[in-house]
């Protein structure tokens, strides 16, 4: 039978389903989008309640770190009167039942303009209306290796 299924999927009869990772990476891109859009409400329904998260960086050769909950985050967002632009690659997604993690580096922009980069780390939780972010940790850096997506492009 297994047979018979893939050979229905490679020609076009039955559509595979999407994967899990591919769900994943989907919940992380509407959460960008909501970011560039400015869209609170969007980011209420990818983002958990009680989720937070933690910028790192180094300052004066000491790390230095910035935490935050989800509320502060959708204040800072709706505040914002700038176009802000988050891009990753080259995803690391490990998924474990009802819990996933990403991890992929990154470049960040405002108003078109190179912000800073780094590296992102997400956990997200799969729930019944699908997989939300719970939280994450992310490097802020002014230095990384080129993005392999070039510049972005104008929205």
Known sequence: MGTLLNWLVSIGLIFAQPS????VLKTMQAFFDTMTARDVDGAREILQPQGRFHAMQMKDGKPDVRAFANEEYFANLQAS???MQERIWNAEVRINGLIATVTAPYDFWIDGKFSHCGV?????IKTEKGWKIAGGVYTVEQKCAPSPLGPPKPK
């Open 81 to 83: 009167k700038q176009t």
């Open 120 to 124: 992102d780390a997400f956990d997200l």
């Open 20 to 23: 899990e990772r591919d769900a």
